[in-house]
């Protein structure tokens, strides 16, 4: 046998011998992510199931809201100079905060005592619920009530227009006809002071409008302290190619800036998300565009990439409900 041929054979055993190995390491990965994203599905369902019964529940204080009286509810709270109502003392349950961007008058007051019974639904949901942070409800007077309990004067902006905000307006009747629960999927900075983060949200109608809008926050550190932890090679995409999450070891890896939680140098006024620096599909690099736009459309589950002359595989796997695409890159 020639030099040639035994050349030919030994390459085609090495060929047999690592191939299905790397095939298998990547069967296994993408069984991982399954793994993984069927977690997130099975726990973000139960939080849109219960913001829907959360939004049941205030409609029915609304249908019967003649059984409170602000009066009786009136040492808990104070009026700041610039007008804002708000409850000064930590009593157990949650914070409140009525902006005065609309004046505070009997009205408002009233909407404010009938909705106090919503404490102790909200400190059950933080308890039964590990993967939200905070849970509240926003309503059109600039209205919030929230829980955990917070200093809102020193966190929140004095004629703050709540329903200006994304995890208001993307529940009123343009956003969601079908009046149903729905995710602000998007991160975004939340202006309670607890960093990037997404939302469940429900419309709650009363005489046919829109009065409020209930909603339960997961942080972007909880997500991937929960569900990302042990798996360093992996990162979430939004729809649009926003990073939801993504272990630090990636950042480079990725081409993307230091990702560093927000700072409160001052009051959020405004929706604010992540910049474009995050979002792949607008990489500078372009093996990442190429990536990132790959398996977002669905065109490759698996795909090749060679960064910084190593030669990685992209494996990905994508979360209907959300819109979410799981990916692990593998080094090979």
């Known amino acids: 046998m020639g030099k040639k041929n035994i050349f030919l054979i030994i390459c085609l055993v090495l060929i047999c011998a690592c191939g299905p190995d790397k095939g298998k390491m990547v069967q296994e990965e993408k069984n991982s992510l399954e793994s993984i994203t069927r977690q997130i599905s099975n726990d973000f369902l139960i939080i849109k199931n219960r913001i829907k019964a959360l939004a049941d529940q205030i ?41 005065g961007v609309i004046p505070v008058d009997d009205r408002i007051k009233r909407i404010v005592a009938f909705t106090s019974p919503l404490d102790k639904t909200f400190k059950k949901i933080i308890k039964e619920l590990p993967s939200v942070v905070q849970v509240y409800y926003n309503d059109e007077y600039s209205y919030n009530r929230i829980y955990p309990f917070f200093e809102v004067l020193s966190q929140y902006e004095p004629g703050m227009d709540i329903p200006a905000f994304n995890f208001y307006y993307l529940a009123d009747q343009e956003h969601n006809p079908e009046k149903k629960a729905v995710w602000v999927d998007e991160p975004y900075v939340d202006p309670a002071g607890r960093g990037w983060m997404i939302s469940s949200i429900a419309p709650v109608y009363y005489n046919d409008r829109l009065v409020g809008v209930p909603g339960m926050d997961v942080t972007v550190n909880k997500i991937i302290d929960k569900y990302l932890e042990g798996h360093p090679s992996v990162f979430i995409l939004d729809k649009t190619g926003v990073l939801v999450a993504v272990n630090h070891k990636l950042v480079h890896l990725l081409s993307l800036p230091p990702l560093e939680n ?55 796997v994508t979360m209907n409900d959300l819109g979410w695409t799981f990916v692990s890159i593998l080094e090979l």
Request: aromatic share 12%.
């Open 262 to 316: 927000h700072e409160y140098l001052e009051t959020i006024k405004s929706d604010k998300y992540r910049k474009n620096d995050y979002n792949l599909l607008k990489s500078k690099d372009r093996t990442i565009r190429e990536m990132a736009m790959s398996i977002i459309t669905g065109q490759k589950k698996d795909y090749a990439v060679s960064i910084d002359k190593k030669n990685y595989r992209a494996v990905s």
């Open 59 to 99: 409609t029915s204080l609304y249908e019967n809201q003649d059984q409170y009286d602000y009066d009786s509810h009136r040492e808990k709270y104070g009026l700041s100079p610039q007008g804002v109502l708000y409850k000064p003392e930590d009593d157990g349950g949650s914070a409140v905060f009525v902006s």
